[in-house]
């Protein structure tokens, strides 16, 4: 094989090793199947990511996150938006809103739920559930 081909092609493997995910790293599982027709009271995707991101901000400020495997992961007391990566925000109209927010934090996978009350009831945003990914 020719020098410039042999080069040639260490360029093309580094490049592809280069690009590749590293083992290490956590990204978002794939998201959940989508019907191609809606259902009333359904759990629908909301592409909003902004929305997704201050729904956990406000979770950890009300030190609504008593899920214990997201406290531990976090490397200090305050909420660092630079390390949330969002991946999924879904929503469910209920006598309220349910929210289903899954995303990458401190390098793990976590789902949270909330619920957001309607407004004429005054009543804060809820934590329903958390939980940490088994692949995480």
Not at 22 to 30: D, G, L, V, Y
């Amino acid at each position: 094989m020719p020098r410039g081909a042999l080069a040639a092609v260490l360029v093309v493997v580094l490049l592809v090793l280069a690009l590749a995910p590293s083992a290490n790293a956590q990204q978002c599982p794939p998201p959940a199947m989508q019907s191609g027709s809606r259902v009333a009271g359904g759990w629908h995707v909301n592409p909003d990511t902004t929305k997704a991101t201050e729904l956990v901000q406000a979770a950890w400020d009300s030190a609504l996150t008593s899920c214990a495997e997201l406290s531990s992961s976090a490397s200090s007391g305050t909420f660092d938006s630079s390390q949330l990566q969002i991946c999924e925000l879904r929503q469910q109209v209920v006598a309220g809103m349910n929210y289903q927010v899954t995303f990458v934090y401190g390098g793990s996978t976590y789902t949270m739920t909330l619920f957001q009350p309607l407004p004429h009831t005054n009543q804060p945003l809820q934590l329903t559930s958390c939980s940490a990914d088994a692949t995480s």
